[in-house]
Nanobody, 111 residues
Framework: VQLQASGGGLVQPGGSLRLSCTTH????????MYWYRRAPGKERELVASISSGGGTNYADSVLGRFTISRHNRLKTLYLQMDSLKPEDTAVYYC??????WGQGTLVTVSS
């Protein structure tokens, strides 16, 4: 199973980015999906999750700024990130079913 994450980049504080994670896996629609991140020198952190039914959860640090969503027909997971802060700088990883990982995409928030 392969997951391909994209959409990272350099953005100024207060800016927005949208991450995407695509797969060809048939189990996508019935899998819980997750976005994690690892900031320099820190432990990996669960950022957001979305169940197969569409229920969502967020880390307190991103609540109200990030939105996780999914498109089951396209087998794509999204993370809309608004009002970005320097402390959001990290490599972001998508995860399917707590079993499969994407390769990570770097988000850098800096002026």
């Amino acid at each position: 199973v392969q997951l391909q994450a994209s959409g990272g980049g350099l953005v100024q504080p207060g800016g927005s980015l949208r991450l995407s994670c695509t797969t060809h896996a048939a189990i996508f629609s019935r899998s819980g999906m997750y976005w994690y991140r690892r900031a320099p020198g820190k432990e990996r952190e669960l950022v957001a999750s979305i169940s197969s039914g569409g229920g969502t959860n967020y880390a307190d640090s991103v609540l109200g700024r990030f939105t996780i969503s999914r498109h089951n027909r396209l087998k794509t997971l999204y993370l809309q990130m608004d009002s970005l802060k320097p402390e959001d700088t990290a490599v972001y990883y998508c995860n399917m079913g707590q079993a499969y990982w994407g390769q990570g995409t770097l988000v850098t928030v800096s002026s």
